[in-house]
Nanobody, 133 residues
Framework: VQLQASGGGLVQAGGSLRLSCAPSGGVTFDRYAIGWFRQAPGRKREGVAALSDADGSFYYADSVRGRFTISSDNAKNTVYLQMNDLKPEDAGLYYC??????????????????????????WGQGTLVTVSS
């Protein structure tokens, strides 16, 4: 099973894009945390955002907090990444992935960075985001 990211494209700085993440097989998101990652040429892959429907946890990297929003639509079994006020440094190949996670109750995962701590799997091919200045 893989998660397929889509919705990338070319946008001017200050513009917006919405990425979508959906499983290629019979996987539902209620037992997984879903994360968005990106990798620019010559740079290491970085975690951008993550969420868990199991306990309502969210995570955003400092570089995107306030501009990006991660959300889920359970009816469509899709996770979205709304990206606003895009900057040239946001460009790269964006991937989504899943990590087994059934929630921690009302506390959620707190202030940890799940993108660097969880074991992520089901990587797809990614979708390219290009931001022109």
């Amino acid at each position: 099973v893989q998660l397929q990211a889509s919705g990338g494209g070319l946008v001017q700085a200050g513009g917006s894009l919405r990425l979508s993440c959906a499983p290629s097989g019979g996987v539902t998101f209620d037992r997984y945390a879903i994360g968005w990652f990106r990798q620019a040429p010559g740079r290491k892959r970085e975690g951008v955002a993550a969420l868990s429907d199991a306990d309502g946890s969210f995570y955003y990297a400092d570089s995107v907090r306030g501009r990006f929003t991660i959300s889920s639509d359970n009816a469509k079994n899709t996770v979205y990444l709304q990206m606003n006020d895009l900057k040239p440094e946001d460009a790269g190949l964006y991937y989504c992935a899943a990590a087994t996670y059934r929630g921690l109750g009302s506390t959620g995962w707190g202030s940890i960075d799940p993108t660097s701590l969880f074991e992520w799997q089901a990587w797809g091919q990614g979708t390219l985001v290009t931001v022109s200045s």
